[in-house]
C-alpha cells in the first residue's frame, strides 16, 4: 500500500516536474517587457542677452480712413470705384449743393447790409450825429453776419468730399442718389505702399524687452500667401496699455512690399524678431515649448529626462502667466537638462523613453 503510494507521488512530482520545464519552455516564468515610450526631447537652452520670437501677424493698411461729409444731403455724385486708386485731392463724392448755396447768397446779403450799415453810422460818429453805442451795435451786428457767412460758405465747401491722402478706395459705404446724415460713412480710404503688421505681444515679453523699442538686430515678416519669402520689417509702435481680456499689448512693424507683390489689409503671416533683454536679474531666461508644461491642480512639472537611464522624473517648475509658443520659466530647470516636449501626458514616474524619430 504505502509502494502504491510512493509511486504516485513519484508520478505527480514528474508531472509537475515536466509541466515546470514546459512553462520556462514557453516562456511563462519570463517577466514581462518594459515599456519604452517614444517622445520628443527638448534640450532646455537659456538666452544671454537676447529674445527670439515669433508672433501671428495681421496685415494692415499704413493709414487708414473712413470719410463722411460733415453735412447732410442728397449724395449727387460717387465717381469713385471699390479698388481704384486716388491722388489727395482727388474728388470722392459731391452732395447736392442748391439748399447749401442759397445759403451762401443769403447771408453774404445780410453781411453786404449789415457792412453798409455799420459804415455809415462810424461816418456820422465822426460828424457826432450818431451815439457810440448805436456804433458799436452795428459793428456787432456786421461781425454776426460775417460769421454768419464764413459759416454758410464752409458747409457749401462741405458738400464736396476729398481724399486727404493718395490711396485705394477700399470700400464704399454708400450709393448715388442716396439721402445720407452728416458723419454717414462714405467710403474707406487706405494707403499704399507700405504696410503694417500687427501682432499681440504678451506681457511677460514685453517685460522681458529693453526700454528701447528700436533696439532690434533683424525683424522680418513671413506672410502666408508666401512662406517662402522674408520681407524686412521695422518697429513703428507698441501699446502702453494691455488688452483687457486678451492681457497682451499690440505692436506694429511697418514694411513694404516687393515689387509685383499684392499685399492687401486681412491677409495673415508672421513677424520675427530678436531683441535685447533687460540687463541685470532675470536677463538670463529660459523658456520651453508650451506642450512640455503639465499641470496638476495649479502647479505646474515638466518631465526631466536622465540621459543615462533614459528615464523620467515630474519636475515642479514656475512659469509665467502670459504664454506665446513657448512658455518663460522663472525657477526649476536650469540649461543643458533634456525634458519630454510632446508626449508628456503619457508618462509615469520612472518611465523608459526614447527619442521619437518620425
Request: hydrophobic share 40%; proline share 4%; charged share 20%.
Amino acid at each position: 500500500m504505502v509502494g502504491i503510494m510512493n509511486r504516485s507521488l513519484g508520478t505527480i512530482a514528474s508531472g509537475i516536474a515536466v509541466c515546470l520545464l514546459l512553462a520556462s519552455c514557453s516562456g511563462g516564468d519570463v517577466e514581462e517587457a518594459e515599456i519604452v515610450r517614444p517622445a520628443q526631447l527638448h534640450v532646455v537652452k537659456a538666452s544671454a542677452d537676447r529674445f527670439d520670437a515669433s508672433f501671428p501677424a495681421i496685415i494692415e493698411a499704413g493709414s487708414s480712413s473712413t470719410l463722411t461729409f460733415q453735412v447732410g444731403g442728397l449724395l449727387e455724385s460717387l465717381p469713385v470705384l471699390e479698388g481704384q486708386p486716388v491722388r489727395k485731392g482727388a474728388v470722392i463724392g459731391r452732395l447736392d449743393q442748391r439748399r447749401y448755396q442759397n445759403a451762401v447768397n443769403s447771408a453774404r446779403a445780410q453781411y453786404a447790409t449789415a457792412q453798409s450799415e455799420y459804415q455809415s453810422a462810424a461816418r456820422l460818429l465822426e460828424e457826432d450825429a450818431i451815439a457810440r453805442i448805436v456804433v458799436e451795435q452795428r459793428r456787432a451786428q456786421r461781425d454776426v453776419a460775417r460769421a454768419s457767412l464764413d459759416s454758410a460758405q464752409k458747409d457749401l465747401s462741405d458738400t464736396v468730399l476729398r481724399a486727404p491722402f493718395s490711396g485705394v478706395v477700399a470700400v464704399k459705404h454708400a450709393t448715388r442718389y442716396e439721402n445720407i446724415q452728416a458723419q454717414a460713412e462714405v467710403v474707406t480710404l487706405q494707403s499704399i505702399g507700405r504696410v503694417e503688421a500687427v501682432v499681440s505681444v504678451p506681457a511677460s515679453v514685453v517685460a522681458a524687452l529693453g526700454n528701447d523699442p528700436q533696439d532690434v538686430t533683424e525683424e522680418y515678416v513671413v506672410l502666408n500667401s508666401a512662406p517662402d519669402l522674408k520681407i524686412p520689417g521695422t518697429f513703428r509702435s507698441a501699446t502702453t496699455q494691455a488688452d483687457t481680456q486678451s492681457q497682451t499689448f499690440k505692436v506694429k512693424f511697418s514694411f513694404t512690399p516687393p515689387p509685383n507683390m499684392t499685399v492687401l489689409p486681412g491677409m495673415t503671416g508672421t513677424v520675427f524678431g530678436s531683441r535685447s533683454l533687460v540687463e541685470g536679474e532675470g536677463a538670463t531666461q529660459i523658456s520651453v515649448p508650451l506642450g512640455s508644461i503639465q499641470a496638476n491642480g495649479k502647479d505646474r512639472f515638466v518631465w526631466v529626462v536622465d540621459k543615462k537611464t533614459m528615464k523620467v522624473k515630474k519636475r515642479k517648475i514656475l512659469v509665467d502667466k502670459d504664454v506665446g509658443e513657448e512658455i518663460a520659466v522663472r525657477s526649476g530647470l536650469k540649461a543643458g537638462e533634456t525634458i519630454v516636449a510632446a508626449g508628456a501626458a503619457y508618462l509615469q514616474e520612472g518611465m523608459k523613453i526614447r527619442p521619437y524619430k518620425p
